[in-house]
């Protein structure tokens, strides 16, 4: 996650039709071909191909933001602290093979874009800031915020998370 990886030069035999819909959703998206399919194979590498197995389901916003809007406040608290404590450990090892701040990062990273939520990460000398804009309302904000906190205080890191109705502000101090 830190800084660029060097890229390794290889080939595949694909279906013409396959490299067509490609070029096209390359173009849609405007970068090139070759950063479309480097996304791809990051995002199977990193999430997809184990995902599903940790327990991950997809299920459409909607309904999720359904299914948190009826909850008290008192109750989405004590889900996201214990939630939280069960999720975190076992996702970071089935993903990453590692429980630590960078595992964290990539497995939040890849949540939130496979959650079609804006994702932004930017690293300075005093730590580490990530804006995610996901458009679920407060309730999932409040939910969000005690979530990471509580995962964040886990990894023994200082944490500073603030939210609106419709995106989340977590500062991650260094040391």
């Known amino acids: 996650m830190v800084g660029k990886r060097a890229k390794k030069t290889t080939s595949f035999r694909l279906d013409p039709q396959i490299i067509e819909k490609l070029s096209e959703a390359a173009g849609e998206d405007k970068?090139?071909?070759n950063a479309l399919v480097d996304?791809?194979?990051?995002?199977?590498?990193?999430?997809d191909r184990r995902s599903s197995t940790v327990g991950?389901?997809?299920?459409?916003?909607?309904?999720m933001k359904l299914f948190i809007d009826s909850l008290s406040e008192s109750t989405l608290k004590r889900l996201a602290t214990r939630s939280a404590k069960m999720v975190m450990k076992d996702t970071l090892l089935s993903i990453s093979g590692k429980v630590d701040l960078e595992s964290w990062l990539l497995v939040t990273k890849h949540r939130s874009v496979k959650s079609n939520f804006v994702y932004q990460e930017s690293r300075g000398t005093d730590g580490i800031?990530?804006?995610i804009t996901?458009?679920?309302?407060?309730?999932?904000?409040?939910?969000?915020?005690?979530?990471y906190m509580q995962m964040l205080k886990e990894l023994g890191r200082k944490t500073r998370v603030d939210s609106t109705a419709n995106s989340l502000v977590i500062e991650i101090k260094n040391g």
């Open 134 to 147: 996901h458009g679920l309302g407060p309730k999932w904000s409040l939910f969000h915020r005690i979530y």
């Open 39 to 47: 996304q791809i194979f990051d995002n199977y590498v990193y999430w």
């Open 56 to 63: 991950w389901i997809l299920v459409k916003k909607d309904v």
């Open 31 to 33: 970068i090139t071909l």
């Open 129 to 131: 800031k990530i804006i």
